[in-house]
């Protein structure tokens, strides 16, 4: 893109013009509208072309602008094409110009409200999905969604959760919701169709066809969204069914393909998503590694919430646990970061052998069978919160060694393909929750990471949120999105012989070969073990 135009382009998505317009007379009888659009592309040096007027705000025009001496605020909204007034006001007297950027979650959605004069982040809110009362599994929504009213259900039960917590962000700012012209939202390929009312039933069959990769600007009115008529919602672009527009924001938020050294970007949710590149390519992948990572699947696994066991040690020497919660109550369960942690000092510690199977002799007093299954038990039911012992079992790791081992041979395929090591990278990020919480160390002790310096990583927190801040702040970047999908390669996981073949090395604690992680190897042997599958 010209750069002169794309400097135009670098304001926000929404914003407020004061106008002194001149005054009429008999050698200057331009209507209000060309009189408008004239003085405002002087200002903005754009062609008039690129103004719109709607109706609504034509009618108000006469009255107004002559009552206010010609002086008057606009409201502006970027558009596909330009810009659309989509307020009047006299001089002076504007309200606010605020958006709202989401982070649509499968499991939770994230709202951010934005002062868009002022360029910052003025509340943030965090609300459980309605649509898990239909499957926490993304495919158990798509089937709810073809049965009857299920996707027209969906839609409204997601756009009433925009509505509900705009009013509720709304009064404490002490805003109207008039007063929110724009909305950005990152989300997974199916959660952007569910808000639309998109039919997502072949995103997750062959060929995995989604009904929009790129999705025009949206009237609020056409999905039932209480903010200003006249402002816009956005949705970021998505490279697929299972390269969604809340990637496109990380990305964004990481700066990775603005940057001239190696990074990657990974994301697990559900997914593993991963992006690897720098200012002159990209590739990107997805793969089934998320869930067990989540907790979301374990016998005792929780999402990040108070009661979750985030943090676990044990003295390899004397086997002494010691564990945190979130918020410092009784557990509940394991969230992820507590289930790497955990996993990690059970290996170190000899409880688990690089097989993955417990050493119940080593530790019979934390050992006991459940549902004749061994476990090891992190917190008997008198300290729980529940009255339920918070575990961990023989077929919980199983599921763990699996997903951690899918993970780690998703990066290794990603970096092999396009001919560099993992010590080319120079930038690791770590988005969402997962890279949050998560001790790096943990993760590359357990193989799920890489081995590499550990000042390398750097977690994101909530990317795709961040990104959607950013557009709010910067409408460039609805550019940058199309520009990113543009350049990104996209490999899939599913066609890959490479995938299987690296898979089943990856299978043990760390791995098979131990060369690949040194530190771990070290960590052995100064413990005096030597992992060997």
């Known amino acids: 893109m010209d750069e002169q135009l794309r400097e135009k382009r670098r304001m926000p998505a929404a914003f407020l013009r004061s106008l002194d317009l001149p005054e009429p007379s008999l050698s200057d009888n331009r209507s209000h509208e060309r009189r408008i659009r004239e003085t405002l592309a002087s200002d903005l040096k754009l062609p008039v072309t690129e103004i719109f007027l709607p109706l609504q705000i034509a009618r108000q025009l006469p009255g107004l602008i002559r ?80 049965r009857g009213n299920g996707l027209q259900l969906m839609q409204q039960e997601t756009a009433g959760l925009f509505n509900e917590v705009m009013a509720d962000l709304c009064g404490r700012a002490g805003i109207r919701q008039d007063d929110i012209y724009y909305c950005s939202v990152a989300g997974n390929t199916t959660m952007c169709h569910l808000l639309l009312g998109l039919d997502p039933w072949h995103i997750c069959r062959e060929p995995y066809l989604p ?76 793969g089934a590694a998320g869930p067990a990572l989540e907790g979301g699947i374990l016998s005792c696994g929780t999402r990040a919430q108070p009661g979750a066991i985030e943090r676990v ?69 008198s300290i729980t919160g529940h009255g339920r012992p918070v575990y961990i079992s023989q077929s919980d790791i199983k599921n763990l060694i699996r997903s951690k081992g899918a993970m780690y041979t998703i990066l290794n395929v990603v970096v092999q393909s396009v001919g560099v090591q993992f010590s080319d990278i120079q930038n690791f990020y770590v988005a969402g929750a997962f890279g949050t919480y998560i001790s790096p160390d943990k993760a590359i002790t357990i193989g799920m990471l890489p081995d590499i310096s550990i000042d390398r990583f750097k977690g994101l927190g909530n990317a795709a949120g961040e990104g959607a801040v950013n557009m709010l702040l910067d409408a460039s970047k609805m550019d940058e999105a199309n520009e990113i999908c543009d350049r990104i390669t996209y490999l899939e996981m599913n066609v890959r012989g490479d995938f299987m073949d690296q898979l089943t090395g990856a299978l043990f604690l760390p791995h098979t070969d131990l060369s690949l992680f040194p530190s771990v190897a070290a960590k052995l042997k100064k413990l005096g073990r030597f992992s060997t599958p």
């Open 67 to 146: 009552e206010h001496g010609y002086r008057v605020d606009l409201v502006f909204c970027r558009d596909r094409h330009g810009y659309i007034v989509s307020g009047v006001f006299p001089k002076g007297c504007s309200p606010g110009v605020f958006g709202l950027a989401v982070d649509l979650g499968s499991t939770s959605v994230v709202f951010y409200l934005v002062d868009l004069r002022a360029r910052r982040v003025v509340e943030t809110v965090s609300r459980h999905n309605p649509q898990a009362s239909h499957g926490d599994d993304i495919l158990d929504r798509i089937i709810f969604a073809s």
């Open 211 to 286: 009904v929009v990769n790129r999705f025009d600007l949206i009237s609020p009115e056409e999905v039932g969204l209480e903010m200003n008529p006249l402002g816009r919602l956005y949705l970021f672009p998505n490279i697929g069914s299972y390269f969604g527009g809340d990637l496109i924001s990380g990305i964004i938020a990481s700066g990775l393909h603005r940057q001239e050294e190696i990074s990657l970007l990974v994301d697990v949710g559900t997914n593993a998503e991963v992006i690897l590149g720098n200012r002159d390519w990209l590739v990107a992948c997805a």
């Open 313 to 381: 040690e044990i003295d390899p020497t004397t086997l002494d646990l010691s564990w945190q919660t979130i918020g410092e109550i009784p557990p509940v369960g394991l969230c992820g970061s507590g289930i790497i942690d955990l996993l990690a000092a059970l290996f170190l510690a000899g409880l688990v052998d690089s097989t993955g199977k417990l050493v119940v002799e080593r530790d019979p007093d934390r050992f006991r069978k459940i549902d004749d299954v061994w476990c090891y038990v992190v917190a008997d039911e």
